[in-house]
C-alpha cells in the first residue's frame, strides 16, 4: 500500500480536523477540512499487472463543498497550512 508523506502528515490532524489552507501547483489556493482517510486503489483488478492500492486524504473545500482526494493523482499540494495560525505543516 502507497501512502503519501502529505497524506501521513494530514493524519495527524485527523482527530482535531483543524480548516486548512492548501496551495497546488498552480498557486491556487483552497480553504479546506479534512473529511476522512481510506484505502482505494488504480482501478486495476487486484491480480493486474500494475495494480496499487493508496491510502488517501479527503478534504472538503469550505467555498463550494467540493471534495478533493489528496495522495494519489495529478493534483498535489505544495503547502499546507493551518487556517488559524499560517503554521506550515506540509511543503513540498
Known amino acids: ?4 508523506n502529505v497524506v501521513l502528515k494530514l493524519l495527524e490532524y485527523s482527530t482535531s480536523k483543524p480548516k ?3 496551495t497546488w501547483d498552480n498557486n491556487q489556493t483552497s480553504l ?3 473529511d476522512t482517510f481510506y484505502d482505494t486503489d488504480n482501478g486495476l483488478e487486484l491480480h493486474d499487472e500494475g495494480y496499487e492500492e493508496y491510502h488517501v486524504a479527503l478534504v472538503k473545500e469550505v467555498t463550494n463543498n467540493k471534495y478533493i482526494e489528496i495522495g494519489i493523482g495529478d493534483k498535489r499540494p505544495v503547502i499546507i497550512k493551518l487556517a488559524d495560525t499560517g503554521e506550515v505543516i506540509f511543503n513540498k
Open 20 to 22: 486548512i489552507e492548501i
Open 32 to 34: 479546506c477540512e479534512i
Open 1 to 4: 500500500m502507497i501512502i503519501d
